[in-house]
């Protein structure tokens, strides 16, 4: 069965949409659906809108390797509050608990019933992990909710610990009762998809425990990532997952990104795309257009963690901080040139090659991604993607395993060759592929992570940011962690030797773009001219060079960043904790 994202209106009548707080309405009679399998699969089915699956390109927007047009007002002092916070919604849960309340028609067999109860409490799971992530404690339902039901529906938050719990109990009970163990066209949640998921979320649970020691949790923080570790090992196996090599290290990795159809070796779960039915994701339109969307592109302080292709860091070399950009991505990680325009890259316009250096009309860095974005220029306005979003992939269990064994110690070099040099060597990386590494890179304390000593966990994170970038993990990652602090990082971007000068970025031997502070009289043809001078039109500029007239570029310095530990947790919304007192503002807001 491929799962479209269209679902049946019928399930707007049988499940009323509900907030917490309002009185759930009587529902129609339950027999058809319950009584036989198809009436499980529909229902099921309509749980799968929670995904939000192609819309996941842009989830990392608010990341700290990406400079964006504006700064995200969650982190921008004083532009976040109850009064504007979202996420306070229960309506998926009503129709969650109503499916699982309900499945008990002895004409469906019991195996047949447990399956479809697994799937729906895979994404009960999927509900409240959202929900707990977000604001931390939350009211923990478990039934669907009668009009007679006032005391649950104005109830307090229940303890992290009880919620966490609960979702961990629902994708155990997931993981040993669905019955299907890969799908063709790996659209519908399936045993190892709630085990990868498993994963997911005892990883997290567990190093948010273990690093935010101010909530007295670190004596569970062990437990829960040794879960995590055992629900990778079973995907990696059991589920018959291996990551995808077939189109050789250049270009086997975006490839998973870019394809129509999911790639079935390494891709779990995905929101699959298809043009025939105007199933579509907009990620060209997202990622190149000067006007739509965010402008998000990538940080020099995060390509430079790209290690050489000899798998040393980047930043051992010599005079890294003042290499041009063109040379600067010659000889690394080969997944640099798979997620940002580079070197020889080239996009398809009316069926031509054309080259395709950064452009500065969307770039304020010089690092423009591609990760998401399909070569042709047909598909840059609006919402024409027919590549497939994945949600779950096997990469990111070999990630999982590898930094919970890192967390407790206990990775071995067989498991390091497993998982970190494996995806490495997909890569194209030649180097320390099958022994943990012995000494801490100074760059990744520097800059990303002072109080990590230990150099597997140190070149864990690196690689989980390098592999998972764009995937929407980077701010929980950072959350997880607690290193708020990285979300105030400066934006900048390629190294400027000088002023008026225009750069060949890509050396096919076409100039593409030059900084001013007076623009020259004399200008080349096909040149793109960015000023970086301090004021301009009487306001300042947001666009500069860190030494004035040369140096990296920076963008929105004059903007701070703030992030205070309130933001750890969103606030919960206010007009529905005037609705429910009981429910309490979380610290600091």
């Known amino acids: 069965m491929k799962l479209k994202y269209i679902y049946f209106l019928f399930f707007a009548v049988l499940i009323t949409s509900c907030d917490l707080e309002e009185l759930p309405e009587a529902t129609t009679s339950k027999g058809p659906i319950f009584s036989n399998e198809s009436g499980l699969i529909l229902y099921t089915n309509s749980f799968y809108t929670m995904f939000n699956g192609r819309n996941l390109h842009r989830a990392d927007a608010m990341s700290d390797y990406l400079a964006r047009k504006d700064t995200p007002p969650f982190i921008t002092e ?12 229960w309506s998926d849960l009503r129709n969650i608990n109503y499916f699982i309340a309900n499945c008990t028609d002895p004409k469906v067999p019991l195996t047949v019933r447990k399956n479809y109860i697994g799937i729906a409490k895979f994404f009960r799971a999927w509900f409240y992990f959202d929900k707990v992530k977000r604001f931390g404690d939350v009211p923990w339902i478990g039934k669907p909710l009668d009009v007679t039901d006032t005391d649950l529906l104005y109830k307090g938050r229940d303890s992290r610990v009880m919620v966490m719990d609960s979702v961990l ?30 994963a997911r979320v005892a990883l997290h649970e567990g190093t948010f ?30 589920g018959g997952y291996k990551l995808y090599d077939g189109a050789g290290v250049d270009k086997s990795y975006r490839q998973v990104f870019i394809n129509p159809a999911p790639m079935a070796t390494e891709v779990m779960l995905s929101a699959v795309c298809d043009l025939a039915l105007n199933t579509l994701n907009d990620a060209n339109w997202y ?82 991604p591609i990760k998401w974005a399909l070569d042709d220029v047909y598909y840059d306005t609006r919402d024409l993607n027919i590549n497939s979003v994945s949600i779950f992939r096997y990469a990111e269990v070999l990630l999982a395993y590898a930094e919970a064994k890192a967390e407790l110690g206990t990775l071995t070099d067989a498991d390091w060759a497993a998982t970190i040099g494996a995806l490495r060597k997909r890569a194209g990386i030649t180097g320390g592929l099958n022994a943990k590494p012995t000494i801490p890179d100074p760059y990744l304390q520097e ?7 230990d150099p597997t966990l140190l070149e864990v994170r690196r690689e989980r ?79 500069l060079l860190s030494n ?30 005037i609705t429910n007192p009981k429910l309490g503002q979380n610290p600091g807001w």
């Open 78 to 89: 004083g532009n976040y509050s109850p009064q504007v916070s979202t996420g306070w919604s």
């Open 209 to 238: 425990r273990k690093y935010h020691n101010s909530l007295g949790l670190t004596g569970s923080a062990a437990n829960l990532l040794n879960q995590a570790a055992t629900a990778a090992k079973e995907v990696m196996d059991k």
């Open 287 to 368: 990622w190149t257009s000067g006007t739509y969307g965010d402008k998000a592109n990538f940080i020099r302080t995060f390509i430079n963690t790209y290690l050489n292709i000899d798998g040393t860091p980047f930043t051992n070399n010599p005079g890294y901080k003042t290499m041009l950009f063109k040379d600067e991505v010659k000889g690394r990680d080969k997944r640099l040139q798979q997620t940002i325009r580079s070197g020889d890259y080239k996009r398809i316009s009316a069926g031509s090659l054309v080259p395709a250096p950064p452009v500065f009309s969307y770039t304020y860095t010089g690092y423009m």
């Open 465 to 543: 940011g390098i592999e998972l970038c764009l995937e929407g993990f980077r701010f929980d990652d950072i959350v997880r962690w607690k290193r708020g602090e990285l979300m105030q990082m400066e934006w900048n971007g390629m190294y400027v030797p000088e002023l008026n000068t225009p750069m060949d970025l890509n050396e096919d031997g076409i100039l593409d773009v030059a900084f001013y502070k007076t623009l020259p009289a004399n200008r080349v043809a096909g040149v793109t001219y960015v000023e970086v001078a301090p004021t301009v039109a009487g306001k300042t500029n947001p666009q």
């Open 447 to 453: 800059k990303y992570f002072p109080n990590i000593s």
């Open 548 to 577: 004035g007239d040369s140096g990296e570029l920076t963008w929105l310095n004059n903007i701070p960043r703030k992030f205070l530990d309130k933001n750890y947790l969103y606030p919960i919304p206010a007009g529905d904790l």
């Open 169 to 198: 109990a629902d994708l155990d009970y997931a993981s040993q009762n669905i019955t299907a163990t890969s799908e063709g066209t790996r659209s519908l949640v399936t045993k190892y998809v709630a085990y990868a998921f498993k």
